[in-house]
């Protein structure tokens, strides 16, 4: 069966961002959540290795409460991981094992962009990848992607045996220079490749409007919630087979499924809206982190990076100095270090699929909020 019709329906339920309480995750939430999700005919879920307390959660609100022929579930081999002590058998056993299952129907080879990829060629995992799909342990293969087009190009080029590939597409990094989602998503076309997308909200950004964005977008009456616009723009392109969303409460799920149930392809009104809406977001600084937490488990430090940089975004989008300082320092009483902790050392740097210049960012905001 090819990998379109494993989807019953295209939206993908990303556990990348799962809600918690009291610093662990809520199971009895992501129960709810998933449940609604199944309820309504979905059936595609997304996690990975890297993903903190992903897998477990996959394993305890679905592999051991519903069907295994109820849902289809995508996991990713994070090849920066791979050692003389850490094979790819390794990290996929170790997947399924924590999943509780014993084959993923989708596979990936996690986040290749040109960094990884030496990586990726020492340990041979494309290689790796036809032999566990042989096996039986993986039933489709293909990689997620953070690189530039010339590399995906070549990497579709020399790997016929890919069957799909996951971008980020949305429509705020469509024509951004340093993500060329729109090349990306044409190379793909070009290959015939089915395409899974993620980030369609850019890791929340598109959800959360500044006032005069959300005036603007408020002016226009019949677009629904600023996430649902962004889905649809990825929802509507032709390949693509799933669009992720990390979803982090029911209300999100439920926003989710209404706008999925009905895909209304986009206006010509709204596609002016999305216009207007990225010249807005062009004309206000962020920091362009989609709160993935690539780069957390390896700080040795402990600073929570998204989470610091979360409060620092809030504070450029309001300018309330005080608020933004109270966050903070609560962040800070949860656990994690301070910004001005960070002692350069660039693992953060090594991973982050968005490019940032975190530790640059780091000073940044210890300037600001810590002084
Ligand atoms: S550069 Fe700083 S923030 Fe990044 S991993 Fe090292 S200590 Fe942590
Ligand atoms: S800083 Fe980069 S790696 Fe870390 S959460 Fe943000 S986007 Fe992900």
């Known amino acids: 069966m090819g990998v379109e019709q494993e989807n019953r329906k295209k939206l993908g339920f990303g556990l990348m961002r799962l809600p918690k309480r009291d610093g662990v995750i809520d199971y009895e939430q992501v129960n709810a959540m998933v449940d609604a999700f199944l309820a309504d005919g979905y059936t ?37 991981k791979l050692s003389e002590t850490v094979s790819c058998d390794d990290l996929l056993n170790e997947s399924l094992r924590r999943c509780g299952l014993d084959y993923f129907d989708f596979y990936l080879i996690h986040s290749l962009e040109e960094d990884h990829m030496e990586m990726c060629d020492r340990w041979d995992c494309f290689s790796f990848m ?27 080029s020399e790997h ?40 369609p909200v850019k ?35 032709p390949g693509v087979f799933t669009v992720l969303s990390g979803m982090s409460n029911l209300e999100q799920v439920q ?15 709204e596609s002016v809206l999305l216009g207007r809406l990225v010249s807005l977001f062009r004309g206000t600084r962020s920091i362009g982190c989609t709160a993935c937490r690539y780069c957390t488990e390896g700080c040795p430090m402990g600073i929570r990076i998204p ?21 903070y320092e609560a962040l800070i009483d949860e656990g994690s270090s301070r910004a001005s902790d960070c002692i350069a050392c660039g693992q953060c740097e090594g991973v982050c699929p968005q490019h940032l210049p975190i530790i640059e960012l780091l000073r940044e905001v210890a300037e600001k909020i810590e002084s």
């Open 307 to 327: 989470d610091i940089f979360a409060i620092y975004n809030r504070y450029l989008y309001d300018g309330d100095l005080a608020a933004a300082r109270q966050r």
């Open 44 to 80: 595609y879920f997304d996690t990975a290795y890297v993903y903190e307390g992903s897998e477990e959660a996959f394993r305890r609100c679905i592999a051991t409460r519903h069907p295994r022929d109820s849902y289809t579930v995508a996991n990713k081999l994070p090849e920066w």
């Open 255 to 269: 926003d989710n499924l209404k706008t999925y149930d009905d895909l209304k392809p986009l206006t010509a009104r």
């Open 130 to 156: 036809k032999r566990a799909k042989a096996d039986g342990r993986v039933r489709h293969i293909g990689f997620s992607f953070h690189g530039t087009p010339a590399l995906l190009e070549k990497l579709l």
């Open 203 to 237: 890791g929340g950004t598109l959800a959360n409007l500044t006032p005069e964005q959300k005036q603007v977008f408020d002016s226009f009456e019949e677009a629904g919630s600023p996430a649902s616009l962004a889905v649809r723009y990825a929802g509507n392109l």
């Open 160 to 199: 016929p045996e890919v069957e799909f590939v996951q971008l980020q597409i949305n429509y705020l990094d469509w024509d951004d220079p340093k993500i060329a989602a729109g090349e990306c998503y044409r190379i793909a076309r070009a290959h015939n490749v089915p395409i899974v997308v993620m980030e």
